[in-house]
Structures are given as structure tokens and as C-alpha cells.
């Protein structure tokens, strides 16, 4: 039986933290909806929402955080959208479409002062 190999290029990181997603549309009325970061890469983010984006998907994120009003403000495209049983809510993949060195610099920085906001007696990543 053959190993599955994990492709991903930087580590994921638990960052459980607010964030707003807006769809990436010719139309200058598009609605900001809130949803909620899961974990976290210099390549991506996994969030949970209430609203469906399908794949391929352009949106623009802005993550919050306790310390910043806006954390980080980048572009992601959605890559993969996963459906929780019998609710109408999402598990969704969305990968960074600036990926960089500044933008890493940016989620290393968040997730440092996560990790110093949050005791690790009551902080779980599931």
C-alpha cells in the first residue's frame, strides 16, 4: 500500500481568530461576510463559514486578530469546499494568491502573538 506523500510547502498552524470574506466581483456592491479561521500557512487558510464559495473562487480575506484591527489583507482563490453533515455550513480551503516572503513574514508575526495571547491550558486545535 502505497504512503500518501503530504505536499504542502510550509507548516500549518492553528489560528483560530476571526476573518472577513469578500467575493472578488466586477460588481463594487459585494457584501463582506464574517466567517472563521481554523488553521493557517504561508501558502493558505482553512476557514468554516455559513456562506458556500465554490471552487476556483476569487475572494479578498482580511484576518483579524486581538492585537490589529486588520491583521493581513490578501487575494485567495478557493480550492477545495467541504460540507458539514445536515447544516448549511462550510469547511473551505482557500489558497493565497500573493504567497511570498512578506506575506509569511505577516502570518509568522500573527501566529507568534496568538501563540502569546492565548494559555495553552485552554487553547485546543481540533
Same mark, same amino acid.
Given at each position: 500500500?502505497?504512503?500518501?506523500?503530504?505536499?504542502?510547502?510550509?507548516?500549518? #498552524?492553528?489560528? !483560530?481568530?476571526?476573518?472577513q470574506i469578500k467575493e472578488k466581483s466586477i460588481a463594487k456592491t459585494q457584501l463582506t461576510k464574517n466567517s472563521f479561521c481554523k488553521n493557517i500557512s504561508g501558502a493558505g487558510i482553512a476557514i468554516v463559514s455559513f456562506n458556500f464559495y465554490p471552487v476556483f473562487h476569487k475572494v479578498q480575506i482580511c484576518l483579524f486578530h486581538l492585537s490589529y484591527i486588520c491583521a493581513l489583507r #490578501?487575494?485567495? !482563490?478557493?480550492?477545495?469546499v467541504e460540507q458539514f453533515p445536515?447544516?448549511?455550513?462550510?469547511?473551505i480551503g482557500i489558497k493565497f494568491l500573493?504567497?511570498?516572503k512578506n506575506l509569511s513574514t505577516q502570518i509568522e508575526k500573527i501566529?507568534?502573538?496568538?501563540?502569546?495571547?492565548?494559555?495553552?491550558?485552554n487553547y485546543i486545535c481540533l
Open positions: 500500500m502505497k504512503e500518501l506523500i503530504d505536499r504542502r510547502i510550509y507548516e500549518r #498552524t492553528c489560528l !483560530e481568530t476571526s476573518v #490578501t487575494m485567495g !482563490e478557493v480550492v477545495w445536515y447544516q448549511r455550513k462550510y469547511r500573493e504567497a511570498g501566529v507568534s502573538q496568538n501563540m502569546q495571547d492565548v494559555s495553552p491550558l
